[in-house]
């Protein structure tokens, strides 16, 4: 079972960005980060401190700050009972933290938070008044998400890393959190523009017989059939944007991370993601029912984090037929014999069919990254990135 490499990949800017080293200066001191050190558990105090007080602030201003499409949906007793865990994990967190580490920062910043959180309201401010549809920011989705994702992927990612010397603040880190953000936060936006392709030629090209053919199937094999077809569309956008030279710029700022990890999946231009995720759509739509494209919507939010994942197990037998993070891990790489390669999502073999696989029976690449073709380190700078540049990798 290949559990990994040792050596962390090849690093261009080891140090972060200015704002990252003022953050490690603030809160990593000197003394060792390994368990039992109170390091953990501040940075987790801080994490959901932080989070605590995101969702307090969501329950003031719900109209603007949660999503429409989502807040109908939320069992409003269990939300409050969560957010007041969090509150009371992030004090005991930061207490634990603060006793065991000479710093105290991480601690009290973490205990600060909730307590903040705490005084605003806590998890009991009632919403006041009917909400509206109307302009709304997903802060809601963002908390959401980021809890879900932190939960399902840090635990594995700290125990069972492919690289173990890659820090979880890496270079980059924070640049990766605003990309996560800016993919959450217009929720209402980029929904509307991922389903307006497929919304469209559907009214146009709309097959009700295709529909209620698959409805009659099974709601497994429904599902599993969705997932092949938005592979298969998913493979050919995907090749495309490596292919059409306009497109591989939009598409270069998923590929700029020098080392990956779940949160480093989440860098991709606005326009590369309403690319993919609206055009992947598109035959879904004349053949499957609204639930099981919400459902399938919800497993690539989660299978495409997993795919980006430093996690070093794999299971050999399965991994040419699942894709496993090592897979796409040599989608990114920078070194010559997998540029162009592996670009399936669910499903390795899809590219063994169309000839693009390259999968070494263990083993893990030593560089991640663009090394031809120089990207801003910037949010900003990426964003505009391909409309000024013309180079090609
Ligand atoms: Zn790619
Ligand atoms: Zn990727």
């Known amino acids: 079972m290949p559990w990994g490499n040792s050596d962390p990949p090849v690093r261009m800017n080891p140090k972060g960005s200015m704002l990252e080293q003022k953050i490690n200066e603030l809160f990593g001191d000197e003394d060792p980060s ?23 602030v969501c329950l003031h201003f719900p109209q603007l700050l949660s999503s429409p499409d989502l807040r109908q949906h939320y069992p409003m007793h269990l939300m409050r009972g969560l957010i007041q865990s ?31 959180a705490t005084l605003l309201g806590g998890a009991s401010i009632p919403i006041n008044g009917s909400l509206h549809d109307g302009l709304s920011i997903g802060l809601d989705w963002f908390l959401l998400d980021l809890l879900l994702m932190t939960l399902i992927f840090s635990p594995i990612e ?65 599902f599993l059939l969705a997932i092949l077809v938005a592979d298969l569309a998913e493979y050919w956008i995907h090749r495309a944007l490596h292919g059409v030279p306009w497109l591989w710029r939009f598409h270069a700022i998923h590929h700029s991370s020098k080392s ?34 919400v459902a399938y919507l ?37 070194q010559a014999e997998a540029i162009d390669k592996n670009f399936a999502l669910h499903f ?33 700078g990426q964003t505009f990135y391909p409309f000024v540049r013309r180079k090609r990798r």
Not at 34 to 56: K, R
Not at 89 to 116: D, E, F, P, Q
Not at 349 to 375: M, N, Q, R, V
């Open 348 to 380: 390795p073999w899809i590219d063994k069919l169309f000839g693009t696989y390259y999968l070494p029976k263990a083993g893990w690449p030593e560089s991640y990254g663009l090394s031809h073709e120089p990207i801003p380190a910037g949010f900003w």
């Open 158 to 222: 700290v125990l069972w890393p492919a690289y173990p010397k890659q820090s979880v603040f890496r270079p980059e880190w924070l640049l990766d959190v605003g990309y996560f953000l800016a993919t959450h936060l217009p929720i209402r936006i980029t929904t509307f523009l991922i389903l307006l392709p497929a919304t469209q030629l559907t009214r146009v090209l709309g097959n009700a017989g295709l529909q209620a053919a698959t409805a009659s199937l099974p709601l497994w094999s429904q």
């Open 298 to 334: 919800l497993f690539v939010t989660i299978h495409a984090t997993w795919a980006h994942t430093n996690f070093g197990p794999s299971i050999p037998w399965l991994e040419r037929y699942l894709i496993f993070p090592r897979f796409h891990h040599w989608h990114h790489t920078s």
């Open 86 to 116: 969090i509150i009371v994990v992030a004090l005991i967190l930061g207490v634990v933290s603060a006793s065991l580490r000479r710093k105290k920062v991480l601690g009290l910043t973490g205990m600060l938070l909730a307590l903040t």
């Open 260 to 293: 990956l990890d779940w949160i480093a999946g989440s860098r991709a231009h606005i326009v590369d993601d309403v690319l993919i995720r609206g055009l992947m759509l598109v035959p879904m739509m004349f053949a499957f029912s609204h639930e099981i494209i």
């Open 34 to 56: 390994s368990f039992g050190t109170g390091w953990w558990s501040g940075v987790l105090s801080a994490f959901f401190g932080l989070l605590a007080l995101g969702s307090v």
